[in-house]
């Protein structure tokens, strides 16, 4: 079996209006901040580039997460569930969620569920009027999501708001606490808080963690890499955060990481399929 990429953007519809994409040149600094070239796919805004590069790297399947945002820009449902079915199995929906409804919202995680998506994502700090991860109005949104047993993305970590406040482990840690049934998935792996978060995983077991392109080369990405060799094996993520990091470029380097080879195979895969029911 193929690889699963657990955070990948493709160059399609709402995501064409997003920074990663219409600001190329931030979005290239950051990629040659991290140790790579930008991947042409990117540069060229290519979906026939991006298949093919992700048919040379061994990617199966890529999760394509909607988001409701405020500068980061918004990716709709909509053009989520359009990605899933004009590419078939090749791509995994996580949708969004309005956080200010929350009849609206379990309704929308309700209809999500129905129509194939595999994960619900909550980014608290970047909705137009950042919250907090433990904000009391995101819990029964939470728990209907426990209740669902549908899997939770949780944007805690890189820019996750208007300052560091946003992506404060201890908020985290209370959520997953609070409801022990519910997975969550910590995208850009709470950086820069990685012992902390690290912690937190080792305390709640129903965190797991997707450090994506922070996991290339960026401040504490060492520990990392001992936790998905050790007590993370099962709970760790790997995902290139495509187009920040080239899909190619990202799992050459990834398969150079002194990780076990079994330890490898359930970072790049197996654990999302367990995650997902795949």
């Not at 996580?94 to 956080?99: C, F, L, M, T």
Request: hydrophobic content about 40%.
């Amino acid at each position: 079996m193929g690889i699963i990429d657990f955070r990948l953007r493709p160059p399609l519809r709402g995501f064409l209006d997003t920074l990663m994409y219409n600001a190329g040149e931030r979005r290239d600094g950051f990629t040659r901040t991290v140790g790579f070239e930008p991947s042409p796919a990117a540069q060229q805004q290519s979906m026939d580039m991006l298949l093919a590069e992700m048919d040379r790297a061994d990617i199966e399947h890529g999760v394509v997460v909607g988001r409701r945002a405020g500068m980061l820009g918004s990716v709709s449902n909509e053009d989520v569930l359009h990605i899933m079915q004009t590419y078939g199995p090749r791509f995994i929906g996580a949708a969004s969620i309005d956080p200010t409804s929350r009849r609206q919202a379990c309704a929308t995680i309700d209809a999500a569920i129905e129509q194939g998506f595999k994960l619900i994502n909550i980014e608290p700090g970047a909705y137009p009027v950042p919250m907090y991860a433990d904000d009391r109005r995101l819990y029964p949104i939470y728990a209907h999501c426990e209740d669902r047993q549908v899997p939770v993305i949780m944007m805690v970590g890189g820019t996750a708001g208007p300052d560091l406040g946003y992506s404060d482990p201890i908020r985290t840690d209370r959520v997953l606490a609070d409801f022990p049934s519910m997975k969550v998935v910590v995208a850009h792996g709470g950086w820069p808080w990685v012992n902390e978060i690290l912690h937190v995983a080792f305390r709640r077991p129903n965190l797991y963690l997707s450090p994506d392109m922070y996991f290339s080369r960026m401040p504490g990405w060492e520990e990392y890499v001992k936790a998905a060799d050790g007590f993370l094996a099962d709970r760790m993520l790997y995902a290139s955060s495509f187009p920040f990091c080239p899909v190619q470029g990202y799992k050459e380097w990834f398969e150079q990481l002194p990780l076990k080879p079994e330890n490898r195979a359930k970072v790049m895969g197996d654990n999302a399929r367990s995650l997902l029911g795949l």
